[in-house]
C-alpha cells in the first residue's frame, strides 16, 4: 500500500455517516470524507421525533423550532466526524430523501406525533398522504427540499460551522468544512440555497469571532447540470458525481428495479456489466467528462471528486484518474482497492 501510495496521483476518500465508519476508513488510508449522508443522522433516538414534527408544522416559527431539537444532535455527530479525521477534508452533503422516507408508518407512532403536535390522527393521516409521489426520486428532494425549507439548509449550516469551530478550537486541527448542495440542476436554485448558507455561516463566524474557511459545491447527479457544468460552477467551488443518480437518470432506469430485468440484458449480451457497479464510460462518463472541462473553465483550481458507488470499482476508478479528478470517494472497506486501483491507472 505504501507503494500504491508513492505512485497515485488522485486522492481517496471515503464515504462514512458515522465516526466509526470515518475511523475505520481512516485506518484503511482514507485522506478524508468525500460523501457524508446527513440523513442517515436523522433516524437515531429522539431525533426522528423532532423532524417529524418539523416535517407536519404548520409554520415557519414552528419548523424552526422542531429542528432547534435537532440542531445539537447533529452538530454533536459533526464534532466525532471532524475528530476522527483529524483535519482532513470532510464533505457534507445536505438532506437529500424526499420527506415521505421520514415519516411514521404504524398506528402507534402517527398517535404518537398526533399527541405531540396537538393535531388528530385524521389531520397526521392526510399529511402523510399528501407527501407521497409517484416517482420520489425525481420528486421533492436534494436542493428542492431546501428551497422550500430553507430553515432546514441554516440548521444544518449551523451545526457545521459551530461544530468545525469548535473542534478547531478545541483539537487545534486546520478544518475547512466542505458543505455540499445536493440534485441541482439549475444554477440559480443553487445560488439561491448557497446564499441561505453563507449568511448562516457567516453569522456562527461573527459569533465564535472565527475566521474559519469553509467552501459550498454540489452534486452533480441531473444530466442538465453536468451539460451546463460551466454555469453552475460559477457558484461551485467543487463537484462531486454522484454517480449512482447520475447513471439512473441518464439510463432512464431506475436502480431500485433495474435488477428485475439487467439479467436478461447481460444474458443476451446487451450489457456486458451492471453500469450501477462498473462506471458506463461512453454515456455517463462522456457527461462526467464533460462537466470536469466545463467546470474548469469557469473555475481552474475547481476541486473534483466522485462519491457513487463507482468509486470503488477498479475501473471506473481508473476512468477518473484518465480524465483527471481530484480524488474518488468510496465506502470505508474499499478504500484500498482505490488506492491500488488509482496507483495502477498513474502507471
Known amino acids: 500500500?505504501?507503494?500504491?501510495?508513492?505512485?497515485?496521483?488522485?486522492?481517496?476518500?471515503?464515504?462514512?455517516?458515522?465516526?466509526?465508519?470515518?475511523?475505520?476508513?481512516?485506518?484503511?488510508?482514507?485522506?478524508?470524507?468525500?460523501?457524508?449522508?446527513?440523513?442517515?443522522?436523522?433516524?437515531?433516538?429522539?431525533?426522528?421525533?423532532?423532524?417529524?414534527?418539523?416535517?407536519?408544522?404548520?409554520?415557519?416559527?414552528?419548523?424552526?423550532?422542531?429542528?432547534?431539537k435537532i440542531l445539537p444532535y447533529q452538530q454533536g455527530d459533526f464534532e466525532q466526524l471532524f475528530e476522527a479525521m483529524e483535519g482532513n477534508p470532510v464533505t457534507i452533503r445536505f438532506l437529500d430523501p424526499p420527506l415521505h422516507e421520514f415519516v411514521p408508518q404504524t398506528e402507534e407512532d402517527i398517535k404518537k406525533l398526533a399527541d405531540a403536535q396537538g393535531k388528530s390522527v385524521e389531520t397526521i393521516k392526510a399529511i402523510i398522504e399528501s407527501l407521497k409521489e409517484f416517482n420520489p426520486m425525481m420528486g421533492h428532494r436534494g436542493c428542492r427540499l431546501a428551497v422550500t425549507y430553507p430553515e432546514i439548509a441554516k440548521m444544518q449550516t449551523r451545526a457545521v460551522m459551530e461544530a468545525a469551530i469548535e473542534v478547531k478550537q478545541e483539537k487545534g486541527y486546520d478544518i475547512v468544512p466542505e458543505?455540499?448542495?445536493?440534485?441541482?440542476?439549475?444554477?440559480?436554485?443553487?445560488?439561491?440555497?448557497?446564499?441561505?448558507v453563507v449568511q448562516t455561516a457567516?453569522?456562527?463566524?461573527?459569533?465564535?469571532?472565527?475566521?474559519?474557511?469553509?467552501?459550498?459545491?454540489?452534486?452533480?447527479?441531473?444530466?442538465?447540470?453536468?451539460?451546463?457544468?460551466?454555469?453552475?460552477?460559477?457558484?461551485?467551488?467543487?463537484?462531486?458525481?454522484?454517480?449512482?443518480?447520475?447513471?439512473?437518470?441518464?439510463?432512464?432506469?431506475?436502480?431500485?428495479?433495474?435488477?428485475?430485468?439487467?439479467?436478461e440484458y447481460y444474458d443476451k449480451k446487451i450489457f456486458e456489466s451492471d453500469p450501477f457497479a462498473r462506471i458506463d464510460e461512453e454515456g455517463v462518463g462522456q457527461l462526467v467528462d464533460m462537466a470536469c472541462k466545463k467546470g474548469r473553465q469557469t473555475r481552474p483550481d475547481i476541486k473534483l471528486g466522485i462519491c457513487g458507488e463507482h468509486g470503488g470499482d477498479p475501473s471506473s476508478v481508473e476512468f477518473c484518474h484518465k480524465i483527471g479528478l481530484s480524488y474518488v470517494s468510496c465506502s470505508p472497506f474499499r478504500v484500498p482497492i482505490a488506492r491500488l486501483a488509482a496507483a495502477q491507472a498513474a502507471i
Open 202 to 263: 457567516e453569522k456562527v463566524k461573527a459569533y465564535y469571532e472565527s475566521d474559519i474557511q469553509y467552501k459550498v459545491g454540489t452534486m452533480i447527479e441531473i444530466p442538465r447540470a453536468a451539460l451546463l457544468a460551466d454555469e453552475i460552477a460559477e457558484e461551485a467551488e467543487f463537484f462531486s458525481f454522484g454517480t449512482n443518480d447520475l447513471t439512473q437518470m441518464t439510463f432512464g432506469f431506475s436502480r431500485d428495479d433495474a435488477a428485475k430485468f439487467l439479467g
Open 179 to 196: 458543505i455540499m448542495i445536493p440534485l441541482v440542476g439549475e444554477k440559480k436554485e443553487l445560488a439561491y440555497v448557497k446564499e441561505v
Open 1 to 68: 500500500m505504501a507503494w500504491a501510495d508513492k505512485y497515485r496521483t488522485m486522492g481517496v476518500r471515503t464515504n462514512a455517516d458515522t465516526p466509526s465508519d470515518a475511523k475505520k476508513a481512516r485506518e484503511l488510508g482514507a485522506e478524508g470524507i468525500g460523501l457524508c449522508r446527513t440523513e442517515h443522522m436523522f433516524f437515531e433516538g429522539n431525533r426522528i421525533d423532532a423532524f417529524r414534527e418539523m416535517i407536519c408544522s404548520d409554520t415557519v416559527e414552528e419548523r424552526e423550532a422542531a429542528l432547534d
